[in-house]
């Protein structure tokens, strides 16, 4: 038997409830808890810290592009290198949106293609 599974017809048994009992909605079998298995997990999560996220976003800033990189020039300062990520923001038939940011000073633009 797998858990989570009716062990009669197979089929995906609904969520557990507080009362330990489940029936399938296939078969109306009534199952206790034991049908799914032991399932219980423990979790850890970590937030990162005010500290860790500003000297990750100087990094970042020095090091990294967001996207590909084309050669495009910015318009601000000139620079012949340009990152770019796609958008699909009007309806279907019509072009995808073109975000360009330059890879020197992180000008934006965007262009409907």
């Given at each position: ?61 020095e090091e990294e592009v967001d ?17 770019y990520a796609t958008l699909q ?25």
């Amino acid at each position: 038997m797998d858990p989570g599974f009716c062990p009669d017809c197979g089929s995906i048994l609904p969520v557990l409830r507080m009362i330990n009992k489940v029936t399938c909605y296939n078969c109306c079998s009534d199952f206790d808890a034991s049908a799914f298995g032991t399932m219980e997990a423990n979790y850890t999560i970590h937030f990162n810290s005010y500290e860790n996220k500003k000297s990750n976003q100087n990094k970042r800033n020095e090091e990294e592009v967001d996207g590909p990189v084309v050669q495009r020039q910015c318009p601000k300062c000139g620079n012949d290198k340009m990152s770019y990520a796609t958008l699909q923001l009007r309806s279907a038939d019509e072009g995808q949106t073109v975000f360009f940011t330059c890879t020197k000073c992180k000008f934006k633009m965007s262009e409907n293609s």
